[in-house]
């Protein structure tokens, strides 16, 4: 690594330093270890604090420093500085690329087609259905999908990329030492395993709330385009449209429900770009430029799915008759028959019944 690259790992280490700070101590001390002259520099003190400088200067051993290098390489992270020909091109185009991104996984997947797909923590049954059916179509593309292991949309989005055997990416708020939220730390495993995580922050920095927002333009950066699925008014979700949008990438935004307050974010979103409506997953592939291959599709039947279809097979069923035979709880079989439903394989009748598509 250059000089350089150096000091843009040892600036990492400190949380407190805003991205500007970052930029303008770069800058000062390009071509120059800057661990050996910020103590001594008199233009620094137009840039840090005192509290921050003498912070600073309590970690410019170059013994402490090989440490913790020699740290994150042991713990399979790369650091791919934006002087890195691997650093991804799109990142690199918008207004604050990181400095660094740290990694772990398939760092390949950096420069490969990407979408983002995210929306609300909390999840309703239709934002579930939507999700994977469209991220089971990305994948099926060959389209990387990006998120952030955020609760909810982000966490379907990147179990069904895994499930599909798809590409993922996720993207953390803080360092890859600190997965939040914490349940998804066995899901981060998984990614790393043939997928990738990675965060613009040292792996020791700990999550604080600002960093998410400033997360998601990360996102968008490395995306072609973002899919909202699911959002409420107040969604993080919407950042990640905003960035999308200044940075001159596509948005696509799923309509919901007009009274469901977890689509308020979505409807806005097309309200406000009429453009962004996605109705189904063909027609936003198209609009990136994929185009449908002529041949039959191979449906891939959940064993869990064909007591259903049985039941149904000759004649309709209601749902709660359906409910009754199979001892299944409302809320999973819903999911179910939405799932379904969307493959083709059943069709919706009124007084919510349903009747197999192939006698139909």
């Not at 690199?92 to 400095?99: A, E, H, N, S, T």
């Not at 990387?144 to 895994?162: C, E, M, N, R």
């Not at 927002?213 to 490395?222: E, S, V, W």
């Not at 699911?230 to 596509?250: M, Q, V």
Request: charged share 25%.
């Amino acid at each position: 690594m250059t000089i350089d690259d150096n000091n843009i790992i040892w600036l990492d280490l400190f949380s407190f330093l805003s991205y500007s700070k970052k930029a303008k101590l770069l800058e000062l001390f390009r071509g120059k270890n800057i661990r050996e002259h910020i103590a001594k520099s008199q233009e620094v003190k137009d840039i840090l604090t005192d509290h921050d400088l003498n912070q600073m200067c309590l970690l410019t051993s170059d013994v402490y420093f090989s440490r913790q290098i020699e740290k994150f390489k042991a713990d399979g992270i790369e650091m791919i500085t934006i002087n890195d020909p691997r650093y991804p091109y799109l990142l690199k185009q918008i207004y604050d690329p990181p400095f660094c991104l740290y990694c772990k996984g398939n760092v390949d997947l950096l420069n490969t087609y990407c979408v983002g797909v995210v929306g609300s923590r909390k999840i309703t049954e239709y934002g579930t259905v939507v999700t994977k059916e469209y991220v089971k179509a990305l994948c099926e593309n060959n389209i990387t999908v990006v998120s952030g292991l955020a609760a909810g949309i982000d966490t379907v989005a990147h179990k069904t990329a895994l499930d599909a055997g798809g590409n993922t990416i996720a993207v953390l708020a803080g360092g890859l030492y600190h997965i939040y939220p914490s349940f998804n730390t066995n899901l981060a495993k998984l990614i790393t395993e043939n997928n990738l995580i990675l965060s613009e922050n040292s792996p020791d920095i700990r999550p604080l709330t600002y960093f998410f927002p400033i997360r998601n333009r990360i996102i968008a950066g490395l995306s072609k385009a973002v899919l909202l699925t699911e959002a409420g008014k107040k969604s993080g979700a919407l950042h990640t449209k905003n960035y999308a949008l200044d940075n001159n990438r596509e948005v696509f935004a799923v309509p919901g429900r007009i009274n469901s307050p977890m689509s308020e974010g979505t409807n806005a979103v097309i309200k406000e770009l009429q453009g962004a409506i996605t109705l189904s997953p063909k027609d936003m592939l198209e609009s990136l430029g994929f185009k449908e291959e002529k041949k039959e599709k191979s449906i891939q039947i959940d064993i869990t799915d064909q007591p259903i279809l049985d039941f149904i097979k000759s004649e309709k069923k209601t749902f709660q008759e359906i409910s009754d035979h199979l001892n299944m709880p409302a809320s999973e079989l819903n999911i179910k028959l939405m799932e379904l439903e969307m493959e083709g394989l059943i069709e919706k009748l009124p007084n919510n019944s349903y009747i197999s598509a192939s006698i139909n």
